[in-house]
């Protein structure tokens, strides 16, 4: 016979260790934060086991309290899943992606034509956020690039992240090798600072330092090289489509290992999911295929490093 013990500190306990905060809990469940104190304190109790040290301004969760958090938060999602599921009209089928601004609009977007074809009843719903966003409560799964380690969450890797240098046509005509680069022209990301030290140094190119304008987001960075403002780093695959259609231009062979991959992350219980099964299986076929080659991908041939 199933012994769930007091549901309701069950649920106060996985929030609060969730959130960090008894306050951060009570706002979650609509209740305040000595309400939820006082349901952890009773579980506590309950289980005879302490959960949480109580620091002065934090809490701390103790071992115990990390297995049972590292336990219960999978199994309150997959049932906020299905009872989203259940409760969806019959007609509905939707699933919510998780990616970066740039991966979406550079390579994603371009390519849900083709799962459309596939699984037409399907309603695919982009959500943005950033490398560094956290899997949100509603993503049915999300692409991120890392290390492929994000606890509680299956990580199945889909590309390598290669950087190699792009700008438009007109400026590659003027760069013969990598010692004609100069810092001024070196557009730059702010959360990527490392790519062009990286690359420089892979490609022995020594006294120079990227000053170029900088950017938010490796979209912004890509589009102002598409119009002529200068050198971007770019990676893969957020540049294939570009140099298969000749708007950038690689002039140079050499390519560079990120140091990290893309990857497919989700939740373990999502593979019993029809829809998300398709999207997955859809997914990963469509990064297994090669790079488009085309005009700006004809002097791409070398690598310095591996994957």
């Known amino acids: 016979m199933r012994r769930l013990l007091f549901l309701n500190g069950i649920k106060a306990f996985e929030a609060a260790a969730r959130s960090g905060s008894f306050a951060g809990a009570g706002a979650e469940l609509n209740v305040s934060a000595a309400a939820v104190s006082r349901m952890v304190h009773l579980l506590e109790e309950r289980l005879g086991v302490a959960l949480f040290e109580r620091k ?3 809490l701390v969760t103790t071992s115990a309290g990390r297995a049972y958090q590292s336990g219960l938060t999978p199994i309150f999602d997959a049932l906020a899943s299905l009872t989203a599921q259940v409760t969806a009209p019959s007609s509905v089928r ?3 992606v998780g990616v970066g601004p740039t991966f979406a609009m550079k390579w994603l977007i371009p390519r849900l034509a083709d799962f459309r074809k596939a699984e037409p009843d399907i309603d695919v719903r982009i959500t943005t956020g950033g490398a560094a966003a ?3 409560d509603d993503w049915s799964c999300g692409v991120k690039l890392g290390d492929g380690e994000w606890p509680g969450l299956v990580a199945e890797p889909l590309f390598a992240a290669d950087l190699l240098p792009v700008c438009a046509p007109r400026l590659a005509a003027q760069l013969k090798r990598p010692g004609d680069l100069k810092g ?3 557009l730059r990301v702010v959360h990527s600072a490392d790519d062009w030290p990286l690359w420089l140094k892979a490609a022995a190119v020594t006294r120079v330092a990227a000053r170029g304008t900088e950017f938010q987001f ?3 960075a890509l589009q102002a090289a598409i119009d002529g403002l200068g050198i971007a780093m770019g990676i893969r695959p957020y540049i294939d489509d570009d140099l298969a259609a000749g708007r950038l231009i690689a002039p140079f062979q050499q390519s ?4 990290m991959r893309w990857y497919l992350v989700y939740r373990g219980f999502q593979t019993e999911q029809r829809d998300f099964a398709a999207f997955r299986r859809w997914i990963m076929r469509a990064a297994a295929r090669p790079a488009s080659r085309g005009k700006g991908s004809k002097a791409v041939a070398g690598r310095i490093g591996s994957d």
Not at 256 to 259: A, C, I, Q, Y
């Open 184 to 186: 001024p022209s070196l």
């Open 56 to 58: 002065a301004n934090r």
């Open 134 to 136: 956290p899997f949100g």
């Open 94 to 96: 939707v699933l919510t």
């Open 256 to 259: 560079v290992p990120k140091g």
């Open 218 to 220: 490796y979209g912004q």
